[in-house]
């Protein structure tokens, strides 16, 4: 196999898994109208604030009854509130197959201390949905960042449940369409499908979501900035725009400016149609080769954003160090960066996939990722 490196590379060759590549065609300039030096209380604030909940609503079809809060920490801030804060009135079921999935089973096992039963899967795999007790709280990972995983459907989810669901679903929202009425709280952060600015997260409650929040209170203390009611019932305030801390409102416009990309491409069903033709593209390169895979066993079950793959050539001696050295001749040529699988992950490759990424970048990329396994292929033998 020649190793003679291709003659295109791509227009933008960052691939990181977040935060994630900004919109097609970002300058600084485009956050020009932000609201900054001025207080995020005062009315130019507010309306910034309430837009960014009213966009967040328009492009990913919330229902109207549904609340959407902006809160601090990113989407693990907006899983920490909810978890604190809604968990222990009834048994949970914590559901896990990546990393991020694993950490909430510790938050509930190891620091809130509830009944809880946990169920797992491996990298690569999931857990069946349909066998889970929806009778208790069930919090799940809707797209596995750091597995390319994400639950196919939300059909196996009854609409008679007696507990809450609740959906980490940072990498899949803005690129799946997610079944909002199986859903009682969706969190996520705009630094991932949008490719906002970090730090921020979203709080999306259903009726029954506020309904919990308004009859239980934890037998564990709270911290003010995991506290979603005032006087026994919901803080309105927080789903206004009144955030609990003072949120960047450089970030807050650019969110706004990503909104408005987002509508332009046609919405949830344009970004959706982004994700899918860029993920397709990964998906027939690796269908062509031999050396190379999707990590997700099922392809139902593909993720369509964190594209996570694995090196399938059973002569490579040490997996990890081959995957990191292919990272870093794609990063020294400079035409895809931060790809490296996740640090708990099995070895190998994550790329990107979502809506701000240009499927003629993915296409470009990949002749360069064949170049650089055949390279590293060929050092190795040469060294051995």
């Known amino acids: 196999m ?9 227009a933008n060759p960052r691939f990181s898994s977040g935060p994630c590549a900004k919109i097609p065609g ?4 485009m956050l020009s109208e932000a609201a900054l030096g001025r207080s995020h209380r005062a009315k130019v604030g507010k309306d910034k604030l309430a837009a960014a909940i009213e966009g967040t609503r328009e492009v990913l079809n919330i229902p109207a009854d549904y609340k959407i809060g902006i809160v601090p920490a990113s989407d693990t801030g907006a899983v920490e509130m909810a978890m604190w804060s809604m968990l222990g009135a009834r048994k949970a079921t914590m559901v896990a197959w990546e990393s991020f999935g694993a950490g909430w089973v510790t938050d509930v096992v190891k620091q809130l201390k509830i009944e809880a039963e946990i169920r797992e899967a491996d990298y690569g795999e999931i857990v069946d949905m349909g066998a889970l007790d929806y009778d208790t709280d069930v919090v799940f990972t809707w797209n596995g960042t750091t597995s390319g995983v994400r639950v196919p459907t939300g059909d196996s989810i009854p609409d008679d449940r007696g507990g809450l669901t609740i959906c980490d679903a940072t990498s899949a929202a803005f690129a799946q369409d997610l079944p909002w009425d199986k859903l009682d709280v969706t969190t996520f952060s705009w630094q991932k499908v ?6 921020h997260g979203i709080l999306i ?3 029954r979501a506020v309904e919990r929040l308004e009859s239980y209170t934890p037998a564990w203390p709270l911290p003010k900035i995991f506290r979603l009611t005032k006087g026994g019932k919901l803080n309105a305030g ?3 725009g009144a955030t609990i801390n003072t949120p960047s409102m450089l970030a807050v416009e650019d ?5 408005d990309w987002a509508r332009s ?8 149609a982004r994700a899918d033709a860029n993920a397709q593209a990964v998906w027939d390169f690796c269908a062509a080769r031999d050396w190379i895979a999707n990590l997700a066993e099922d392809p139902a079950t593909r993720s369509n954003t964190s594209v996570c793959l694995k090196f399938t050539d059973g002569g490579i001696a040490d997996p990890a160090a081959f995957a990191k050295a292919v990272q870093k001749r794609l990063e020294a040529e400079g035409v895809a960066l931060d790809v490296g699988s996740y640090r708990d992950a099995p070895a190998g490759l994550r790329i990107w996939c979502g809506g701000t990424v240009e ?4 296409e470009a990329m990949l002749p360069w990722l064949e170049w650089a396994y055949h390279a590293e292929h060929e050092a190795q033998a040469q060294a051995a």
């Open 2 to 10: 020649t190793t003679t490196k291709p003659a295109t590379r791509p």
């Open 26 to 29: 970002f300058q600084l300039d």
């Open 194 to 199: 949008l490719g906002g600015e970090a730090a």
């Open 205 to 207: 409650l259903s009726p």
């Open 238 to 240: 927080i789903f206004e």
């Open 255 to 259: 969110y706004l400016v990503a909104l």
């Open 265 to 272: 491409v046609g919405g949830l069903k344009g970004l959706m």
């Open 359 to 362: 499927t003629s970048d993915i």
